[in-house]
């Protein structure tokens, strides 16, 4: 069977991605936390969407980061996704959460999520404890 080519809405969802990934890693070298806070907090007027729709999304965030060159960890995943939805009008709340890891340190990690969709950071995120929700 022949793979079937993206099409131009993937393209174009794609460079969005891309492009949101370069200004959240951007955001997060050059500005304090408490100016990037605004750009997390989940606004409660926005809208709610079909999992198709945010599976695009989520699809388009993680080819992004395949080719990106600067780090895409998952703190830069769920600011550019946010900023996604957040220009669609489309709830999203950003989680943070710690781990203890079997090293004895800790791990911190950050997902967002749509409704009960969880739009990145979805690995292993039931072993994190919630500390933070915006």
Not at 10 to 31: C, D, I
Not at 71 to 99: K, W
Request: hydrophobic residues 45%.
């Amino acid at each position: 069977m022949k793979k079937e080519r993206p099409g131009i809405h993937e393209y174009k969802l794609f460079a969005e991605a891309w492009y949101f990934l370069a200004k959240a890693r951007l955001m997060l070298v050059f500005r304090e936390f408490k100016e990037i806070v605004p750009s997390l907090e989940a606004d409660t007027d926005a809208r709610n969407v079909s999992i198709e729709e945010l599976e695009s999304i989520q699809l388009a965030v993680a080819r992004a980061c395949t080719k990106s060159p600067w780090r895409t960890q998952c703190f830069e995943q769920a600011l550019a996704a946010g900023l996604m939805l957040q220009r669609r009008n489309i709830q999203r709340a950003t989680y943070f959460g710690v781990r203890k890891n079997t090293s004895g340190s800790i791990d911190a990690h950050a997902w967002l999520k749509s409704g009960d969709f969880i739009v990145t950071g979805w690995q292993q995120v039931s072993t994190y404890t919630v500390i933070a929700q915006f």
